[in-house]
């Protein structure tokens, strides 16, 4: 049996309070949890949950959250979404971020995980109104490394645009030795992370020259703490950030597993919304339970 869910959450202000409020509709098995409000009202935080824990050839999951101007909406995830091995058929999550002027979005979902034999297609779209912003993230895990289930079969199609200014797309095929292990691929890592902040509107230099010192500051940390001298065997990390359009900037993150690249997103993540929004260094509550 498959299954074909699909969530349209959307957020609006309570003008007489000045409240974000979160909306949603769903049908199948997708649901958002109690909106929370842990930094105060201005801001929503909500759990997207997905009650079978994954995907398997044939499902489709269908995300498409809504920003109304004024609004500042969370999401993020309980734990990591998984891509089962498939027989064929194709599973397949597509996400729309519809954001408003002055609005703004934090799209942080916990990891995907690809097992061997999988056929993936993960698809992400922003819509941005200028003046609208989306800070937001995208973690893939091929196989399960230290469960000594390594992705050697299978697929997996991503997508990241923001239609007209910002377009990555690739696939990854688990026996394509070449992309998989050579220095120009994925060097033999097997998680892959993209961090974005992302705009209706130019960025503008300053605040781009901003966001790029505080993302390589952290990485040069990163790799240093991972350089520092210890017992156990060092951690690889290959990272860099760019300014790919004045629209977006973007932190790509290669490791062999996932715990040190989403270490390294959380930390620029909270240097970026408290530099350029005045909100709080701090993780949705959940990443701690």
Same mark, same amino acid.
């Given at each position: ?5 699909? !969530? ?12 974000? *409020? ?9 649901? %958002?949890?109690?909106?929370?409000? $842990? ?15 994954? !995907? ?17 909406? !969370? %999401? ?10 498939? +027989? ?16 703004? *979005? ?6 995907? %995980? ?9 698809? !992400?779209?922003?819509?941005?109104? $200028? ?24 697929? *997996? ?24 292990? #050579?220095? #120009? ?7 892959? =992370? ?18 790029? +010192?505080?993302?390589?500051?952290? %990485? ?11 017992? =156990? ?49 701090? +993780? $949705? ?5």
């Amino acid at each position: 049996m498959t299954w074909h869910a699909r !969530l349209s959450l959307h957020y609006q202000q309570d003008r007489s309070a000045l409240r974000t *409020l979160a909306r949603f509709s769903h049908d199948g098995p997708l649901r %958002i949890l109690q909106s929370l409000y $842990p930094e105060g009202d201005a801001i929503c935080h909500n759990v997207l949950v997905h009650p079978p824990g994954g !995907l398997v050839g044939g499902d489709t999951l269908d995300i498409a959250v809504q920003l109304d101007s004024g609004t500042h909406g !969370l %999401i993020t995830t309980p734990g990591a979404s998984r891509f089962y091995r498939s +027989d064929g058929p194709l599973a397949t999550q597509r996400t729309v971020l519809q954001v408003a002027a002055d609005a703004r *979005l934090e799209w942080l979902p916990l990891e995907a %995980i690809c097992f061997d034999g999988c056929n993936a297609l993960n698809h !992400l779209e922003l819509q941005i109104a $200028p003046g609208g912003c989306v800070l937001g993230w995208d973690v893939t895990a091929l196989g399960l490394p230290h469960a000594q289930q390594p992705f050697v079969r299978g697929s *997996l199609q991503q997508h990241l645009e923001l239609p007209g200014v910002w377009l990555e797309r690739g696939r990854i095929q688990a026996d394509d030795a070449l992309l998989m292990n #050579a220095p #120009a691929g994925l060097a033999g890592q097997r998680c892959l =992370a993209t961090l974005f902040w992302a705009q209706g509107s130019d960025i503008g230099r300053d605040q781009r020259e901003q966001l790029l +010192d505080s993302a390589r500051t952290a %990485i040069d940390v990163a790799r240093g703490a991972t350089a520092a001298p210890t017992t =156990a065997p060092q951690t690889p990390l290959h990272a860099g950030a760019t300014a790919v359009h004045p629209q977006v900037v973007v932190v790509r993150v290669l490791t062999p597993t996932v715990e040190p690249a989403m270490q390294l997103l959380r930390q620029i993540r909270r240097q970026w919304r408290a530099q350029h929004w005045g909100c709080a260094a701090q +993780d $949705p509550r959940i990443w701690a339970m």
